[in-house]
């Protein structure tokens, strides 16, 4: 069967041509890429600029974890250094006091002294033994050491 329609007024591939090649086509209308490129920008920015502020705030808990550890650390080396006449207990509550600039842990708590005695010894802070051996302050309103 031989084609009525002129080969020149004829796409050989219609769908690949960049304008309608009919009256009853979809309009086929050029994009802008400039506009395109645009959008993408944007999105992509929005995007890595959410992904950045996450993992910012991943890294500040990180610092603030670090920062919790080595205050252990060095509470931790200053009762060490202090008079311990017992084996202390991990998860148990000691209390340090200050006396003549050395420090001492112990049992008794400040209101389990006398009012004299409880002023004579000075109290620090109130302290639980961790299972890795490093010391957490209970009362975090008190001064670390005077």
């Known amino acids: 069967m031989i084609n009525p329609i002129d080969k020149d007024k004829v796409a050989e591939n219609p769908g690949l041509i960049a304008y309608p090649h009919t009256v009853g086509s979809v309009v086929i209308k050029p ?7 645009s959008r993408a920008l944007a999105a992509m920015h929005q995007q890595t600029a959410m992904h950045l502020l996450q993992i910012q705030k991943q890294v500040e808990l ?20 202090a008079t311990i006449s017992f084996e202390p207990l991990v998860g148990h509550v000691y209390h340090l ?6 420090y001492k842990l112990m049992m008794i708590s400040p209101d389990e002294w006398g009012r004299e005695r409880a002023h004579e010894l000075g109290y620090v802070n109130t302290v639980r033994l961790l299972s890795d051996h490093t010391w957490e302050i209970i009362n975090a309103d008190s001064p670390l050491f005077v």
């Open 62 to 81: 990180l610092v603030s974890q670090a920062n919790e550890i080595k205050k252990r650390i060095e509470i931790s080396e200053k009762i060490y250094t």
């Open 31 to 37: 994009e802008d890429v400039g506009k395109l490129k």
């Open 97 to 102: 006091y200050n006396k003549a600039n050395e």
